[in-house]
């Protein structure tokens, strides 16, 4: 008899036919027709697409997008038209995902810390041949589990001094710069091919970061004395949200490019990136339904356990927002600042914005929340219950651009 039980967790994601047979239909158009009453997220494909081409167009070398941010097939299949073919998967499970939608797909499995089977699976059955790691006992592993292959690559994640990102990835992970130098060196004798990787932090607002880590990177492999096939700048490219704009992408690639040309690498050598969040959050929202309200306070039926986690006291993202009302009419009068409480009967389910909508919002009313591309849905939840949820793709622009990078990205493609 078999006793255990696995459970996959949340539901999925409903998809609703497009509305119309010639193109997408907007928001308006999909919220007013189906009258949801579940949360509607909202996917718009020709944002992915364009965001995927200008960035691989703009990043002088391997641009690999970062499954975990959102693993959605549409998402991925856009990202694929828009011409990036490198995945950053975290899990056995992201790999045999991008493995079975993209065939062609070249995986990187950028993990340090990975279970045997995961490394043995991914080696033989998915062909996955670069693996991440910070330890000696990790390389062991790697190796014990691919059966001493002579045609890996091997990186090594190096540790940063805690930065100013919105999301310090400093503590986790990475092996200090003497370690590092030492890993390098053990790599360098079992691998076909060796590269250091480090990660600024994610939504990252300050160019020279990346400088400061390509610094801190060169006296490690100075120490290490090791020719790298590849060097790994990570992720940490930023978006917009209503009360933070960052520096144009440009400032960022242009920064990187100096960190490089600062140090003596191979000329065979490949920069590789990892975005995650600059490459899908335009490119999703999501609409609640409003259930309640009482004063200030608008109760709606997605909240932390679902897709706005990064809303919540953790981190307490202030999204862009707009109502859409029962009859389709439009508002251009008084606004005010409201809180939102999610569905669940959680009291830390509670996203204090402030988010600013019309003053008379009301029960049964809708609000399209942005930028909600990245970790949104990745971060969804069973819990209470509240599980079920649709999907649409629609035309719209996004409720918020940063500047001088989505208009660029569009009018390229």
Not at 20 to 39: F, G, I
Not at 183 to 190: A, E, I, P, T
Not at 316 to 343: K, M, N, W
Not at 360 to 383: C, H, P, S, V
């Amino acid at each position: 008899m078999n006793i255990v039980r696995y459970r996959s967790l949340p539901a999925p994601v409903h998809r609703r036919q497009p509305l119309q047979n010639k193109r997408l239909p907007s928001v308006d158009d999909a919220v007013l027709a189906e009258c949801p009453d579940e949360p509607m997220y909202c996917l718009r494909p020709q944002i992915f697409k364009a965001l995927a081409t200008r960035f691989t167009k703009l990043f002088p070398g391997d641009v690999l997008y970062a499954v975990k941010c959102n693993p959605e097939q549409a998402v991925l299949r856009s990202l694929w038209k828009g011409g990036l073919r490198h995945f950053d998967a975290a899990s056995l499970n992201e790999v045999a995902l991008v493995r079975g939608l993209l065939p062609g797909a070249i995986i990187h499995f950028m993990h340090p810390v990975k279970t045997r089977s995961a490394i043995r699976t991914a080696y033989d059955r998915y062909g996955v041949r670069d693996f991440v790691l910070d330890t000696v006992d990790e390389l062991d592993k790697i190796i014990e589990e691919t059966h001493g292959a002579r045609d890996l690559g091997l990186v090594v994640r190096l540790a940063l001094p805690k930065g100013n990102a919105v999301y310090d990835l400093s503590g986790k992970f990475g092996a200090s710069p003497g370690d590092a130098a030492v890993l390098l060196q053990s790599c360098r004798r079992v691998a076909a091919r060796v590269g250091l990787s480090f990660h600024v932090g994610s939504q990252c607002l300050d160019p020279t970061a990346y400088e400061r880590a390509l610094a801190l990177a060169g006296s490690v492999l100075a120490d290490a004395d090791v020719a790298i096939d590849m060097l790994d700048v990570g992720g940490g490219f930023p978006v917009s949200y209503p009360d933070e704009v960052p520096p144009p992408l440009d400032d960022f690639i242009a920064a990187i490019a100096r960190g490089v040309s600062a140090l003596d690498l191979p000329a065979h050598c490949r920069l590789w990136c990892e975005p995650g969040r600059a490459l899908v959050a335009p490119g999703q929202s999501v609409v609640v339904r409003v259930v309640a309200r009482k004063g200030g306070a608008l109760y709606v039926n997605d909240g932390i356990y679902g897709a706005l986690s990064d809303a919540g006291p953790a981190v307490g993202f202030r999204f862009p927002v707009r109502l859409i009302r029962t009859d389709g009419g439009v508002h251009d009068g008084e606004l005010r600042a409201f809180e939102f409480f999610g569905p669940t009967c959680d009291s830390a389910d509670r996203m204090k914005g402030p988010f600013l909508l019309p003053a008379d919002a009301k029960e049964g009313d809708w609000i399209e929340i942005g930028q909600l591309g990245a970790y949104g849905t990745a971060l969804r939840t069973g819990f209470n219950g509240f599980d079920q949820a649709c999907l649409v793709e629609v035309e719209d622009r996004p409720l918020l651009e940063t500047p001088g990078y989505l208009s660029a990205a569009m009018q390229a493609a």
